[in-house]
Antibody, heavy 120, light 107 residues
Framework: QVQLVESGGGLVKPGGSLRLSCVAS????????MTWIRQAPGRGLEWVSY????????HYADSVKGRFSISRDNAQNSLHLQMNSPRAEDTAVYYC?????????????WGQGSLVTVSS | DIQMTQSPSTLSASVGDRVTITCRAS??????LAWYQQKPGKAPKLLIY???SLESGVPSRFSGSGSGTEFALTISSLQPDDFATYYC?????????FGPGTKVDIK
C-alpha cells in the first residue's frame, strides 16, 4: 500500500535552516509528481511547491520562492524540502503528497505531517 | 493566482441531513477541482476529483457537481463520521490553490 512518511520537523530559529524529508513506498516513485503542502496552526491548506517525477520541473508558491528548495532522490524514493531563512509565518504542519494528473494536479495520498516551528 | 472561496464557513447539521457546500473560483477552472475532508490532527483525505469523480473507497453519499467557476459538494445523508472540515482545491493553473474550508459540526 502507498505510504508517505515525513521527518525532519522541529524548532528552528528565524533565519536558520531546516530540511524536511518524505520517504515513499508502495508505488513507483519516479512516475509521480510530488508536492509539499502546509497548514499553519488553526488555518487552512497552502500549497508550497511541487516537483516532476524526473525532477526537471519545479514550481514554488510566491510565499517561499527564493527561500525554500524542493528536491527528490528517486533511487532512495525520497522527497525533500530545504527551508532556508524561515520566518515566523512559515510555522506550520508540512505534508508531502502524491500528485495525480499532470502538473499541479490533485493529491491522492498524504503523509502524516511534520510540524515546523519557527521561533527564537 | 486563482482565488477560491467557500460557503458557508461553518455549517451546523444533524445526522441524516442533506448538506451542500459551495466553492467558487475567481476565474474559470473548467472541471479541475478536487474536494478533501480533514479531521483534527489528521492529513486531508481526497473525496472528489475532476469536480464530480468519486475517489475509490469514498462512500457514495458524497457527490460533486459544477464546472467553470461554481462547484458544490453534497453529502446526501450526513453520518457521524462526516463531521469534519472540507476544502476545495483548484488545479487548473501551475499554482494550485485551496478554499478556506467549511467546518461541518453537530447541530
Amino acid at each position: 500500500q502507498v505510504q508517505l512518511v515525513e521527518s525532519g520537523g522541529g524548532l528552528v530559529k528565524p533565519g536558520g535552516s531546516l530540511r524536511l524529508s518524505c520517504v515513499a513506498s508502495g508505488f513507483t516513485f519516479s512516475d509521480y509528481y510530488m508536492t509539499w503542502i502546509r497548514q499553519a496552526p488553526g488555518r487552512g491548506l497552502e500549497w508550497v511547491s511541487y516537483i516532476s517525477g524526473s525532477g526537471d520541473t519545479i514550481h514554488y508558491a510566491d510565499s517561499v520562492k527564493g527561500r525554500f528548495s524542493i528536491s527528490r532522490d528517486n533511487a532512495q524514493n525520497s522527497l525533500h524540502l530545504q527551508m532556508n531563512s524561515p520566518r515566523a509565518e512559515d510555522t506550520a504542519v508540512y505534508y508531502c503528497a502524491r500528485v495525480v494528473a499532470a502538473v499541479a494536479g490533485f493529491y491522492d495520498y498524504w503523509g502524516q505531517g511534520s510540524l515546523v516551528t519557527v521561533s527564537s | 493566482d486563482i482565488q477560491m472561496t467557500q460557503s458557508p464557513s461553518t455549517l451546523s447539521a444533524s445526522v441524516g441531513d442533506r448538506v451542500t457546500i459551495t466553492c467558487r473560483a475567481s476565474q474559470s477552472i473548467s472541471s479541475w477541482l478536487a474536494w478533501y475532508q480533514q479531521k483534527p490532527g489528521k492529513a486531508p483525505k481526497l473525496l472528489i476529483y475532476k469536480a464530480s469523480s468519486l475517489e475509490s473507497g469514498v462512500p457514495s453519499r458524497f457527490s460533486g457537481s459544477g464546472s467553470g467557476t461554481e462547484f458544490a459538494l453534497t453529502i446526501s445523508s450526513l453520518q457521524p463520521d462526516d463531521f469534519a472540515t472540507y476544502y476545495c482545491q483548484q488545479y487548473n493553473s501551475y499554482s494550485p490553490t485551496f478554499g478556506p474550508g467549511t467546518k461541518v459540526d453537530i447541530k
